[in-house]
């Protein structure tokens, strides 16, 4: 080839257009560039959360229109499972690139077109949720109220399916806020509801494996080595401070269980534990670590401390009539380890009777 048409020969240098650009440095930017690049990173955060949004609605619209196609013409035509079979596969021949269309998956579509009739006018939870969280409720609950409370719990704390199937798992619709609390009558209606929400009866430790002693601080220890399970029973907005937090009266030593530290009703929880029956004189204890908690280590904007008892079990008349003698704000819970009722159908066989494992938990055990 000519140089003259282009060829560069070796030792040489072509000046041209061509280069190698590299990033201006952060510090030659004007003082004003974080601000334009904390927004613009908001609005591709915002537009891509609202492309999966929208994409997601996309796909629950047209699964609902291929579910309630199929409904109706099994009610007017009627037909079996072949003919779900053959669609299947007739679909995916079609769309060879696409998933979501076996046969059990079509199946799933006319369920949930069946169960959401005014779907294409839902405004609620299940609308937003993605499928694979909305076959779960299809899968594991019957009634409506149950899908739609725990499609809006699933929503507002972004729990992944794991999460979902562990609290219906546990039944955490039938103990939320179950608690017994003197909450109404000691804080603010604006924090009152919350908290009792926040509390539930009985909590579910079925991650534990607890010996025949089961005394408190063997209970304390393992919910800590397994803090993260703890936090998911606890609910959302539980930060955890410490264990067995030491407090020291003019020479006396006392030890607070666990301490916790609630985001949303913004103040300290005091959690105690007891491996026996519920008595009124645990309350003056817990009293006392929520009134040092206030003092000593609570900022001046925080709400006043928050205490809940966990127990073994419970009289709930004598935990209400206790509560109305103090003016804290406390809740009176029962702890459980694993329950039979909490798990699937499928694996209830495979267990302890209900009779068997009450009376496995019936040993009276001392502090």
């Known amino acids: 080839m000519n140089p003259d048409q282009g060829a ?4 040489t240098r072509k000046h041209a257009a061509a280069s ?24 591709v955060d915002t537009g891509r959360s609202k492309a ?40 995916r021949s079609a769309f060879p690139a696409a998933t979501g269309f076996s046969p059990r998956n079509l199946r799933y579509m006319k369920s949930f077109a069946q169960s959401w009739p005014d779907f294409p006018m839902l405004q609620q939870a299940v609308a937003t949720l993605p499928w694979g969280h909305n076959v779960i409720l299809l899968d594991k609950l019957r009634d409506i ?29 039938e103990r939320s806020g179950k608690a017994i609390t003197n909450f109404s009558a000691t804080l603010p209606p604006s924090d009152s509801d919350l908290a009792q929400q926040s ?17 408190e601080r063997e209970l304390e220890t393992q919910l800590v080595q397994h803090i993260e399970k703890f936090l998911l029973e606890l609910g959302q907005g539980f930060a955890f401070v410490g264990e067995q937090v030491r407090l020291e009266i003019n020479g006396d030593e006392f030890f607070a269980d666990l301490l ?27 009293g006392m670590y929520m009134a040092a908690v206030d003092d000593l280590l609570a900022h001046a904007d925080d709400k006043p401390t928050i205490g809940l008892l966990l127990c073994k079990s419970k009289n709930n008349l004598v935990a209400e009539y206790a ?31 209900i ?9 009276e055990i001392s502090e």
């Open 20 to 43: 190698f650009p590299g990033t201006p440095a952060r510090s030659s930017m004007p003082e004003w560039y974080p601000e334009l690049l904390a927004s613009v990173t908001r609005q």
């Open 323 to 353: 509560l109305r003698t103090t003016s804290m704000p406390i809740g009176v819970s029962e702890w459980k380890a694993e329950i039979v009722e909490s798990l699937p159908e499928e694996f209830a066989s495979s267990l302890p009777s």
């Open 355 to 363: 009779s068997e494992l009450e009376a496995e938990l019936s040993h």
């Open 52 to 91: 999966i949004t929208a994409a997601n609605q996309e796909l629950l619209a047209s699964y609902w229109a291929i579910g309630r196609e199929l409904a109706e013409r099994e009610t007017e035509q009627g037909w079996g499972s072949k003919v779900v079979t053959r669609l299947a596969a007739d679909v």
């Open 145 to 173: 109220e149950s899908r739609r409370w725990y499609a809006a719990a699933a929503v507002e704390n972004g729990w992944s399916r794991a999460v979902l199937v562990h609290h219906i798992e546990t039944k955490l619709h």
């Open 260 to 286: 916790f530290y609630h985001l949303k009703l913004r103040c300290y929880l005091v959690i105690e534990l007891k491996a026996v029956k519920f008595e009124p004189g645990f309350l003056s204890q817990l």
């Open 8 to 11: 560069i020969e070796p030792g």
């Open 199 to 215: 509390f539930k009866d009985p909590y579910v430790f079925d991650f534990l494996s607890l010996t025949e002693k089961r005394n």
